[in-house]
């Protein structure tokens, strides 16, 4: 399962989370820089529970060095596939987040979901001598509290069958739950950080990211935080759009809503909505042109119900103004 795009749109452009995508691959640019010193660059900077337990080991490291690695290491990737795994769903859940606590909360939130999940990696890998690094932990914070603010969003995900792409909606929560599922899997399976990966990294930050959300949502976010998300507010609605077109039994058109913003009603715009049909979610491109009506309807030729005589009905788009 590959995961496209969630169905709940942010208010305010993530800024924060942008931010966090830019240096994550700034940091990755800067190892790919070291080259044959790649790994020693990754030893030094990322988190090695031997540098603090073994006494050997640590007399090479001064205080700040070893202080500094337990931030820098969720800043830190091993291979292309690491970073690019890590910033998707970053992209994907982290933007909800930002737009619910605020630009400020949110990026003391992610920090200290990274630092928490590397405390939980260190007490259960004491000794291990092998560097930590990414941003999984800090994002595994974030899908825990994208679950508990959004159980009911959607997220259109990406099944390939034998060579056949499928899209499909999955409720946020069975996505999660499934991801969570199998982290704890592998981590009850292997021991400390067998084929590279810090499993119980990740369900550390899953679950401290659970706990921080309710204590930072226990405090009203600052004037500030609000100033910040108002001068961010988004011109465009989502981009991605599911459709869900009902029907009755005498008329072989479907009907379904678009959503677009007062912005976009003046200057046109062009959305991609995922239409099912059968088993299948397929993906289509509509154009809203400039100076739209709200109410008025966009036709899609033959995406309706199958008539008698085999050809098909029309689907109609009527668009709806949000200007929240």
Not at 13 to 23: D, S
Not at 86 to 97: E, R
Request: aromatic share 16%; with cysteine.
């Amino acid at each position: 399962m590959f995961p496209i795009r969630d169905t709940i749109p942010s208010r305010s452009y993530p800024v924060v989370t942008h931010t966090l995508i830019a240096v994550n691959i700034l940091c990755f640019l800067i190892q790919l820089a070291q080259g044959p010193g790649f790994d020693r660059f990754a030893y030094t900077y990322g988190l090695v529970p031997a540098r603090y337990t073994v006494e050997q080991i640590a007399a090479h490291f001064s205080l700040g060095q070893q202080i500094f690695s337990l931030i820098s290491f969720m800043f830190l990737h091993g291979s292309f596939m690491h970073i690019i795994g890590n910033m998707w769903f970053l992209y994907i859940f982290g933007d909800n987040v930002e737009d619910r606590l605020g630009p400020f909360r949110y990026l003391v939130f992610y920090v200290l979901c990274g630092f928490l999940s590397g405390v939980t990696h260190f007490f259960l890998n004491p000794t291990l001598n092998i560097p930590t690094i990414g941003a999984s932990g800090a994002i595994a914070g974030v899908m825990g509290a994208y679950l508990i603010l959004y159980p009911g969003s959607r997220i259109l995900t990406l099944v390939p069958i034998i060579i056949f792409p499928f899209f499909f909606e999955i409720p946020a929560y069975f996505f999660i739950g499934i991801w969570f599922l199998f982290q704890f899997i592998n981590a009850a399976t292997t021991h400390g950080q067998i084929g590279g990966v810090a499993w119980w990294a990740h369900i550390g930050g899953f679950i401290f990211g659970i706990i921080l959300l309710k204590l930072f949502r226990a405090f009203p976010s600052t004037g500030l935080s609000e100033h910040f998300k108002n001068a961010t507010k988004k011109k465009k609605t989502f981009g991605l759009q599911v459709i869900r077109p009902r029907g009755s039994m005498d008329d072989f058109s479907l009907y379904g809503e678009i959503y677009i913003s007062p912005y976009e009603a003046q200057t046109g715009t062009k959305k991609l909505v995922n239409i099912p049909r059968g088993f299948q979610k397929r993906l289509y491109r509509v154009v809203v042109p400039p100076g739209v009506e709200p109410g008025s309807n966009l036709r899609l030729k033959n995406l309706g119900k199958i008539t008698p005589d085999g050809d098909r009905g029309d689907l109609y788009l009527k668009v709806l103004i949000d200007d929240r």
